[in-house]
């Protein structure tokens, strides 16, 4: 029996429901210190003084400053620019100054709070609009952090064709990941003079370069272990390498084991959030509603330092002509710096903000040709053997009329589209439907996955059974259910043969990072590869004869490791020889495949309370091959639910740089109770890249719930929303606007 397509049982589960998992915060040494981040309450300027005033036991706490630093005191990642502690330059509010650590956690709190910082203040800025022609306002680097140009044939000679052009500008604001489990990492300094560190996160790969650099070790003397974790969304990608340096340079200047964790308020406050962005469409259509050209500038809001706005601003430059043949397009991306604190990855990462855009663009387009939107998407509609705004060929075998057709059968889109234009004359609760359709790409862009050349691998157990031995982390979306799946079909054995070990740095390999909907397409293809290779070496080697039972193939694992010391295959990433992409152009093949999807969205206006809802959500996707039905289906309702968040009430409020909301009292995510009923439909189209078929999943619900949601309240309110959130308070002044003239 197969287990691939059935929703077995997730490996953690016993774990989980018992309280038997152990996070980060459950561990505890004999002699452990509690660590605490001193940070900068100002935006910009220089630290004259750090004073420590009396009343407080200083002698009995250990204070790390960038001084105490052996290594390289910058945090090692894409770009090299962001210091683990500050010295005498501030670039941003909760930039980390220095380090305390006390057997007592509210001892260390309160040195914290007592610390005496003196300043000398610059004039920040904040505005990501000015920061592009304004003269660098971060030291030490330049205000564009990256910059991307697509070209895609001559858009300059279009305009002058084009029966419309439209012109529109959209905003998105940031979002926190609000992942259950806050961010915390343990480091101890073991006899041998090694580090080992434990945390919360989502890539021990990139901790390990992070804590060698910053420690001035090899990565032979450091060790990085995942702790069960609680949410990540890209919130624990790349900021747990900065705490994990912290809890290690503490470790090492104490002699003692340290743990840092963060409150709440301090996880909100300090860690990055998803980018704010500006987007503004110039789109040429002929008088039937073919496009002809699109002019693009998308432009990403990167805080102090790049962190990984890099990665961000390419995936969401790539996608941001959206799902549609535009046979002229120029796309001109840039992520600038500001004095906010570092952006980052969220999940979806650059194309939430660049596919709301697009969608909304489109509906205006529309408007403007006499069209409906969806007659305006049917005629432009990417299809194989067509090419992506990079020039790729589409060869996924997609058919993104048809899934509109079906979305828009199952939700009756057609019929409620004319009753509520009707009821909406008479009631004062006004109603709209909307929709969206967008791609997502899966796996690293580019050559990503190239340079990255990740390794998994699958090892037989002196128990008789297999396990898989990958650095992809369970962080709840099921990774560890999904490799066993695939590793017991492949070998034809139980589901419950099957094992996963946790991701450590001196047991697992580097599979990369668990980012990019890459963890099921790209690291499980290379399970599946090495699984069959420990299948091979059983039969050449012990004498397995096929077919086999699982007891059959545990006493041919007993025979093999008899005579072996051990069997463990390994797999590596090899690029398929049907990409082809030039990093200096942005020209080729983007993604090995495409997730595609349309997303509709009933939405009811209160003008009491200018408040809009969500009624109905139906999500249909094609993701390939449906591994785990009930995991796909919650990957989805979580992304929706996200995106319904980001879309009307998860507004981050700034104050000189500071998240001032940074609360779940008044950073309003959507409970259970705000929340829709989410329908959600698969359509498959195997990928043979990836296992059994199988595409990315995690990352694509979240891009169409916001221009959806935006979409059907336009159409209940015959008003445009070109900015997310639209919190009553924004709707407010669109409505009242329009009153007013």
């Not at 790729?392 to 509109?404: C, E, H, P, T």
């Not at 419950?496 to 668990?514: C, F, H, K, Y």
């Not at 940074?662 to 929340?675: G, W």
């Amino acid at each position: 029996m197969s287990a691939v397509g059935t929703s077995v049982p997730r490996k953690e589960v016993n774990e989980k429901l018992t309280g038997r998992s152990k996070y980060l915060d459950d561990l505890k040494i004999p002699g452990m210190l509690h660590g605490v981040t001193v940070r900068s309450p100002i935006a910009r300027g220089r630290l004259k003084a750090v004073r420590y005033p009396a009343g407080v036991p200083w002698d009995e706490f250990t204070i790390v400053t960038a001084q105490d630093i052996p290594g390289a005191n910058v945090v090692k990642l894409i770009l090299e620019d962001q210091p683990i502690l500050a010295g005498s330059v501030i670039n941003h509010p909760e930039e980390a100054i220095l380090l305390l650590a006390h057997p007592d956690r509210a001892m260390a709190e309160e040195g914290r709070r007592r610390i005496e910082l003196e300043f000398e203040e610059d004039e920040p800025l904040f505005d990501m609009l000015a920061s592009l022609n304004q003269e660098r306002i971060i030291w030490g680097q330049d205000n564009i952090l990256k910059k991307i140009d697509i070209v895609k044939g001559d858009v300059d000679a279009v305009w002058s064709q084009a029966a419309h052009i439209v012109e529109g500008e959209y905003w998105t604001g940031a979002s926190e990941q609000l992942y259950i489990e806050n961010n915390g990492m343990m480091a101890q300094v073991q006899p041998d003079g090694s580090v080992t560190v434990w945390g919360s996160m989502q890539c021990p790969y990139y901790v390990l370069p992070a804590v060698c650099h910053a420690l001035g070790r090899t990565p032979e003397q450091v060790q990085i272990i995942q702790c069960e974790t609680g949410g990540g969304f890209g919130g624990k990608e790349e900021y747990p390498s900065i705490i994990a340096c912290h809890a290690a340079l503490l470790a090492l200047k104490s002699g003692k084991p340290v743990k840092i964790a963060y409150d709440r308020e301090e996880d909100m406050a300090a860690t990055t959030k998803r980018h704010p962005s500006y987007t503004c469409h110039r789109t040429a259509v002929d008088k039937d509603g073919k496009l002809l050209a699109m002019e693009i500038e998308f432009i990403l809001d990167g805080g102090a330092y790049a962190t990984l706005s890099s990665v961000v601003l390419s995936r969401g430059s790539i996608h941001a002509s959206g799902p549609y043949f535009v046979p002229n397009v120029r796309i001109k991306a840039r992520a600038v710096a500001t004095n906010h604190p570092p952006h980052g990855a969220y999940r979806g990462f650059g194309n939430p903000q660049s596919l709301f855009a697009v969608e909304r663009h489109l509906n205006k387009v529309a408007a403007r040709v006499g069209i409906s939107p969806e007659e305006l998407r049917r005629r432009n509609f990417l299809k194989d053997g067509l090419t992506t705004a990079t020039g790729q060929i589409v060869r996924d075998g997609v058919d993104l009329n048809a899934l509109m057709e079906r979305a828009f059968k199952s939700t009756d889109y057609h019929a409620k589209c004319q009753r509520f234009v009707e009821e909406n004359r008479t009631s004062s609760l006004k109603k709209g439907i909307g929709f969206a359709v967008f791609h997502h790409g899966s796996g690293f862009t580019g050559i990503g996955e190239t340079k990255m050349a990740s390794i998994a691998g699958v090892q037989a157990t002196d128990q008789g059974k297999v396990r898989v031995l990958a650095a992809s982390t369970e962080i709840g979306q099921g990774a560890r259910t999904v490799f066993s799946q695939i590793v017991a079909d492949a070998l034809q054995l139980p589901y419950e043969m099957i094992e996963v070990a946790q991701p450590d740095t001196r047991q697992v390999p580097n599979s990369g990072p668990t980012v990019a909907s890459r963890t099921c397409m790209v690291v499980g293809k290379l399970v599946e590869t090495a699984a069959l290779g420990v299948k091979q070496a059983l039969v050449q080697q012990a004498g397995l004869a096929v077919p086999y039972t699982g007891e059959e193939f545990s006493a041919a694992i007993l025979r093999y490791l008899q005579r072996y010391p051990d069997l463990k295959v390994y797999s590596q990433y090899h690029t398929p020889p049907t990409i082809h992409w030039n990093e200096e152009t942005y020209q080729g093949d983007a993604y090995g495949a495409y997730g595609w999807a349309v997303y509709v969205a009933e939405v009811s206006y209160d003008p009491i309370c200018y408040e809009a809802k969500v009624d109905h959500f139906l999500a249909l996707q094609d993701v390939g091959k449906v591994l785990h039905p009930v995991l796909a289906e919650g990957q989805v309702e979580g992304g929706v639910a996200q995106g319904v968040g980001w879309a009307l009430s998860e507004e981050v409020v700034w104050k000189n740089g500071h998240m001032i909301n940074n609360q779940m009292t008044n950073y309003i995510m959507p409970t259970a109770v705000d929340l829709p009923r989410i329908e959600v439909l698969f359509h498959e189209a195997p990928y043979a890249g990836g296992p059994q078929g199988a595409k990315g999943v995690g990352e694509m619900p979240i891009d169409g719930p916001a221009p959806a949601i935006l979409n059907a309240l336009s159409q209940a309110l015959g008003l445009e929303f070109d900015r997310v959130p639209a919190t009553p308070e924004t709707i407010m002044k669109t409505v009242d606007g329009a009153r007013a003239n």
